[in-house]
């Protein structure tokens, strides 16, 4: 029998951590139907890939992204695809669009992962034909999907869905029994239809969007012990993965979340849990996060961290950053909508005053550094600012507060002054030592939020490059093997999904990667238009030459940075069920 592709002579690594090797890979049927170190009859095959001097590993899993809305009107998802992630999780958060309606998906989206309001009610108002987990999934893969997707069930959905927006948002407001039954059940579908667990969310600093209940925190963060119990029983019963977000100002709700993936007297919870991170704020808060995953799961736990592998930069425009929502200040001005409204309290000297004694606290936990000399402007109409810091522009002002003189740019310039700044994983050396911890998980991206704001969607091949550049220098810290199953096999193992390995008889998700292109491309700012947000310039990543073939089922996705014609005629990927349920078969989709 001929094959539908063969890849020759490229570095075969299997996903597994073990050994690679030069291979020659033969496809047929969407799956890998051999691997050979003596070449492959090609006869009569349409398809015949020069992979000398490649890498020829699984497709990349991306554990955390935002794409609940993206999906439904654009689900090739090829800002991802483009980079070699096959495998995309969506549901993160808490947040998900399988009960909720428009309007309610709207509200929880738009504020807290800064996706555009009223795109989110278009496009679930237009789009929504389900109305429980297994009907998602089948609207899903009625989709010409790029990629495999899969899911948590967000507990804000759930609770919205059952309780309305308003009650799930006030603390004095409890579910009566049938209403968490009725959770429960939503749950149970949800784990039944083949999602992945239910993610959750105890972040003080999410806040919702819209105008009923604006300026709330997420419903799931209103839960308490009883509901939160009997929700994580369920997962516990099913051995399927709580993703959750601790609340970081009272630090022993972290400690309490890893320590409830013990399972004392009862199955442990598998834990994946928001996330580790090398501080600026904090620089010695990584030494006990890592401590802790290292203890719970020497005692038997299942509990892990989400990591991103390579430094956390932000850009804003004016003062549009979540950072922001952590302080009171902050807060406040991201509260209000309108533009003159929020300018007129950025004038008050009062809230100036409150914004500064908020930038000047040493004390409690935080996301953000708060240090405007180490924020540098980036474009501005008034060109003389463009490259330095928002405290450098203070000094040169005859010594303005630098909370003083960020205000007035922004006063000044509004959404027109982008800047810039790092706020976690700036030291090379720990990144190398956090990679190397086997309690965390590798893939923290958020694609498909924030879209102004970071582009994290080629950090795999960021991480390859790091691990092939140490190893050229003499100081390894991972092989590219164990770098590989980090990003793919070991990931699918844990959430038992059908991903993430390239051996004969598993699916042919795979991507080509010329190693010789893991260069500063990878690091370079660009910006693509979003034709389903109505043209919306976001942040994306654009090093084409270093991916030479995606693959997702058999069928080649993208080459040579550029998408196939396959790609949004065809569906490629499907819902990768729990417990390595086998995926459907893709199927042609007429669009």
Not at 460 to 473: C, F, I, K, Q, S
Request: net charge negative.
């Amino acid at each position: 029998m001929t094959f539908d592709t063969v890849v020759e002579n490229g570095r075969w690594f299997d996903g597994t951590g073990g050994p690679s090797a030069i291979r020659n890979i033969g496809i047929r049927d969407g799956r890998v139907a051999a691997v050979s170190p003596t070449p492959l009859d090609t006869d009569g095959c349409p398809n015949v890939i020069d992979a000398q001097g490649k890498w020829v590993m699984p497709g990349i899993i991306d554990i955390h992204t935002h794409y609940d809305a993206e999906v439904l009107a654009a689900p090739t998802l090829s800002e991802s695809l483009r980079h070699g992630v096959t495998t995309i999780v969506m549901g993160s958060c808490s947040l998900s669009t399988v009960h909720v309606d428009a309007g309610e998906a709207a509200d929880l989206f738009g504020r807290v992962e800064a996706i555009p309001h009223e795109h989110v009610v278009r496009i679930v108002g237009e789009r929504k034909t389900w109305n429980n987990a297994q009907e998602y999934i089948d609207a899903l893969e009625s989709l010409p999907l790029g990629p495999n997707v899969t899911a948590f069930i967000g507990h804000s959905d759930v609770r919205t869905a059952v309780m309305g927006l308003d009650r799930a948002t006030r603390k004095d407001v409890r579910p009566t029994a049938a209403e968490l039954a009725r959770m429960e059940r939503m749950l149970t579908e949800a784990l039944d239809a083949g999602f992945i667990g239910m993610s959750s969310q105890q972040l003080l600093f999410d806040k919702i969007d819209g105008d009923t209940c604006r300026s709330r925190t997420l419903p799931s963060t209103y839960a308490k012990r009883r509901e939160l119990t009997r929700l994580k029983t369920l997962l516990r019963r099913a051995g399927r993965a709580l993703q959750s977000g601790p609340d970081i100002t009272h630090p022993q709700n972290i400690v309490s979340q890893a320590l409830q993936s013990l399972g004392i007297r009862r199955p442990l919870l598998k834990t994946s849990l928001l996330a580790a991170a090398d501080m600026k704020s904090a620089p010695g808060t990584i030494w006990l996060t890592s401590g802790l995953a290292a203890f719970v799961n020497r005692f038997g736990g299942d509990f892990r961290f989400q990591h991103l592998p390579v430094p956390f930069e932000v850009y804003a425009d004016g003062i549009d950053l979540v950072v922001f929502e952590e302080f009171g200040a902050g807060a406040a001005a991201l509260h209000l909508k309108d533009e003159v409204e929020r300018n007129e309290l950025l004038r008050d000297e009062n809230y100036r005053r409150q914004f500064r004694k908020d930038y000047d606290s040493k004390f409690g936990p935080r996301a953000w550094h708060r240090d405007f000399f180490d924020a540098e402007i980036v474009s501005c109409p008034d060109e003389s600012v463009v490259g330095k810091s928002f405290g450098e522009v203070g000094v040169e002002r005859g010594g303005l507060h630098p909370v003083d003189a960020f205000l007035d740019l922004v006063l000044e310039h509004g959404t027109a002054i982008r800047w810039r700044t790092t706020i976690s994983n700036h030291r090379p050396e720990m990144l190398r030592r956090l990679a190397q911890m086997k309690g965390l998980q590798i893939g923290f991206s958020d694609a498909g939020a924030h879209l102004r704001n970071m582009a994290f969607y080629n950090s795999g091949l960021r991480l390859l490059r790091h691990v092939r550049d140490a190893a050229n220098e003499g100081r390894p810290f991972l092989s590219i093997e164990q770098a590989v199953h980090r990003l793919t096999g070991e990931l699918a193992d844990w959430y038992g999904i059908d991903a993430g390995h390239l051996r004969v008889g598993d699916w042919a998700d795979l991507v080509v990667i010329d190693p010789e292109r893991l260069d500063e491309s990878l690091d370079s700012y660009h910006e693509a238009e979003i034709d389903v947000y109505d043209g919306l310039s976001r942040m994306v990543n654009r090093n084409d030459a270093t991916v030479k073939s995606v693959f997702v089922s058999g069928r080649e996705v993208f080459r040579d940075g550029r998408p196939t014609e396959v790609l949004g005629r065809e569906r490629t990927g499907g819902f990768l069920r729990a417990d390595a349920q086998p995926r459907n078969v893709p199927v042609p989709i007429s669009v």
